[in-house]
């Protein structure tokens, strides 16, 4: 998903997967494959790099996790009472 903002300025967010192909004429216009069309402020190349950006951002491996501690770190149980 990706921020765009319509010609009346108000922002919206678009679903990048659904983009059939962005025409450039004095406005930005991207047709959907649901046959939607939206005009949008950013130019063809503003939204390529959102795309771009966002498929990055979406396929980026995962943050490594937390080494295990070491058994030696570990506080001992507490005995039962």
Not at 4 to 25: F, G, Q, Y
Not at 26 to 47: H, K, N, S, W, Y
Not at 49 to 78: G, H, M, S
């Amino acid at each position: 998903m990706i921020r765009l903002t319509r010609l009346n300025h108000a922002p919206m967010v678009l679903n990048s997967d659904l983009i059939e192909h962005i025409d450039i004429t004095p406005d930005t216009v991207i047709c959907m494959t649901t046959g939607q069309v939206f005009r949008v402020l950013e130019t063809a190349d503003e939204v390529i790099t959102r795309i771009v950006q966002y498929r990055q951002r979406i396929n980026e491996p995962p943050a490594p996790a937390e080494p295990p501690l070491d058994p030696a770190e570990c506080p001992e149980p507490a005995a039962p009472a």
